[in-house]
């Protein structure tokens, strides 16, 4: 079975910056949309950024907007998760995600992504 394999986490001082990257191994999966979601401590997974496979198109949450940009490398099967002016309340388990559905648009809700990584931890230090 096709996973993601992520890499880039760790511990950071608020104000920092991180940069999270995500590969898909193998040329058999076909994806359609790249995302990153996170999961803090006894929190809801949540949607955080996400990428069409030809890098036009792309959807954050409010709490991340100018300060997080997703983007992808299709040559290398890769997507980035370049996250700055980190905040502690960004501490969290990062996943990312892949959809080899063509959705309407990027999707937000975990279940449209078909493909996951294992998670890398992020943390912030105030």
């Known amino acids: 079975q096709v996973q993601l394999v992520e890499s880039g986490g760790g511990l950071v001082q608020a104000g920092g910056s991180l940069r999270l990257s995500c590969a898909a191994p193998?040329?058999?999966?076909?994806?359609?949309?790249w995302g990153w979601f996170r999961q803090a401590p006894e929190k809801e997974r949540e949607f955080v950024a996400g990428?069409?496979?030809?890098?036009?198109?792309?959807s954050y949450a409010d709490s991340v907007k100018g300060r997080f940009t997703i983007s992808r490398d299709n040559a290398k099967n890769t997507v980035y998760l370049q996250m700055n002016s980190l905040k502690p309340e960004d501490t969290a388990v990062y996943y990312c995600?892949?959809?080899?559905?063509?959705?309407?648009?990027?999707?937000?809700?975990?279940?449209?992504?078909?493909?996951w990584g294992q998670g890398t931890q992020v943390t912030v230090s105030s």
């Open positions: 995600a892949a959809s080899s559905t063509y959705w309407v648009s990027v999707p937000t809700n975990d279940y449209r992504y078909n493909v």
């Open positions: 990428i069409n496979w030809g890098g036009r198109s792309t």
């Open positions: 193998g040329r058999d999966f076909s994806i359609s949309f």
